[in-house]
C-alpha cells in the first residue's frame, strides 16, 4: 500500500474512534433530527396559511411545549404514582403465578409434564427480566438533571434544525463527492417522508392502544390502568419486545385479585394487537418503509446493547434510516450497476 492508502486508513481508523466515543450525543443528534421532521409537517401546515417560516417554527415549537407541558403537568404525577405501585405489585402477581404453576404441576401426570414447557422456570426467568427493565426505565426518567440537559439539548437543535435546515443538509451533502451529492440529496428525501410516514403511524398507534387497553382495563376493573395504559402505548415504540412486555403487568396484577381476570386481560390484549395490525397498520403505515422482520429484531438487539434503553426506543427509526441507505446506496447504486468485463 502507498502512504496515501495508509494515511486514508489511518483517518478512517481514528473517525470510527471518535463517532463511537461521542456516539450518545450521535443519538441525541438523531433524536433532535426525528422531533424536527415531525415539527416540519406542522411548520409546512402553517406555511400554507400564507405564514412566514419564521413564526411558523415558533408557533410550531410552541404546540410542542405547551402539549409537552400539558402531559407533565396533568399526566406524569399520578403516572408516576402508579408506575411506583406497578413495581412493587408485578413480583407479587408473578409469584402468584409461580404458586399456581405448583399446584398445577403437581395433579398432572409426569407424562403430560414431559411434553409441555417448564413455566415455572418460564416466570422466574421473567421476573428479575422484568424487574430490570422497569428500575432501568424509572431510572432513565429520574436521573432529573442528566435528563434535563439532554432534553434542553434536544430542544435546542431541534430549533437550530427547524429554524434553517438548509446549512446542515447542504453541509451534510458536502460531505459526498460532487458526481454525487445529487443522488445524497434524494436519498435524503427518502428518509425524510420514511421518518414522517413512521411518525405519524407510530403517534396513531400509541393513542389507539393507549385508549382502547385504558377502557378495557378499566371493564376488567384492573388496579393502576392508566400506568399500565401509558406503558402499553409507550412500549409500542419497541416493535416485538413492546407488545409482549405490555401485557405482562396487568396479567400479574390481575392474579392478584382473580385467575379469570389474568386470562381475560391475556384474551383482550391479543385481540387488541390483531385489531390494531389488521386495522390501523394498513390504513395509516401504507407509506411507511417496508423492515425486513429478522432485520428489524437484529437492529433492536444490536442498538439496546450498545446505546441503552434510548437506542432500543429509536431501534425501529434507525432502522428505516439504515435499510433506505443500504437499499439505495449498496443495492441500486453499487450491486445493480456491478458490471462483469471480459
Request: one cysteine or more; a neutral charge; charged letters at 10%.
Amino acid at each position: 500500500m502507498t502512504l496515501g492508502k495508509w494515511m486514508g486508513v489511518v483517518v478512517l481508523t481514528v473517525s470510527l474512534y471518535i463517532l463511537w466515543q461521542i456516539k450518545q450525543l450521535l443519538l441525541l443528534v438523531f433524536t433532535a433530527v426525528v422531533i424536527a421532521n415531525a415539527l416540519n409537517l406542522l411548520v409546512k401546515q402553517f406555511q400554507k396559511l400564507k405564514m412566514r417560516r419564521g413564526y411558523a417554527v415558533f408557533l410550531a415549537v410552541l404546540v410542542l411545549l405547551s402539549a409537552a407541558i400539558t402531559f407533565v403537568w396533568v399526566i406524569v404525577p399520578p403516572f408516576f404514582e402508579q408506575l411506583q405501585q406497578l413495581i412493587e405489585l408485578v413480583p407479587k402477581g408473578i409469584n402468584q403465578l409461580n404458586s399456581w404453576l405448583s399446584l398445577l404441576e403437581e395433579r398432572l401426570s409426569p407424562e403430560l409434564l414431559e411434553l409441555l414447557p417448564n413455566f415455572t422456570q418460564i416466570s422466574q426467568q421473567i421476573q428479575p427480566l422484568y424487574n430490570r427493565l422497569l428500575g432501568g426505565g424509572f431510572t432513565f426518567f429520574s436521573t432529573s438533571v442528566g435528563i434535563l440537559l439532554n432534553i434542553l439539548l434536544v430542544l435546542v437543535l431541534t430549533i437550530m434544525l427547524l429554524a434553517d435546515p438548509t446549512p446542515y443538509r447542504n453541509g451534510f451533502i458536502r460531505l459526498f463527492p460532487s458526481f454525487y451529492r445529487r443522488r445524497v440529496d434524494e436519498i435524503l428525501i427518502l428518509c425524510e417522508k420514511a421518518l414522517q410516514g413512521w411518525l405519524v403511524g407510530t403517534l396513531f398507534s400509541i393513542v389507539f392502544l393507549l385508549v382502547l387497553s385504558f377502557i378495557g382495563l378499566l371493564l376488567l376493573d384492573i388496579d393502576l390502568a392508566l400506568a399500565q395504559a401509558m406503558l402499553t402505548g409507550l412500549l409500542t415504540f419497541i416493535p416485538n419486545f413492546g407488545p409482549v412486555l405490555s401485557v405482562i403487568p396487568p396479567m400479574a396484577i390481575a392474579l392478584l385479585d382473580a385467575p379469570w381476570k389474568s386470562l381475560a386481560v391475556l384474551i383482550f390484549y391479543i385481540i387488541l394487537q390483531q385489531v390494531e395490525g389488521a386495522l390501523l397498520t394498513p390504513l395509516v403505515m401504507a407509506q411507511q418503509v417496508s423492515l425486513f422482520p429478522a432485520f428489524t429484531l437484529l437492529a433492536q438487539v444490536f442498538f439496546a446493547t450498545f446505546f441503552g434503553f434510548l437506542g432500543l426506543f429509536l431501534a425501529l427509526p434507525l432502522t428505516v434510516i439504515l435499510q433506505i441507505w443500504l437499499q439505495e446506496v449498496l443495492i441500486k447504486d453499487v450491486l445493480d450497476q456491478w458490471e462483469v468485463h471480459s
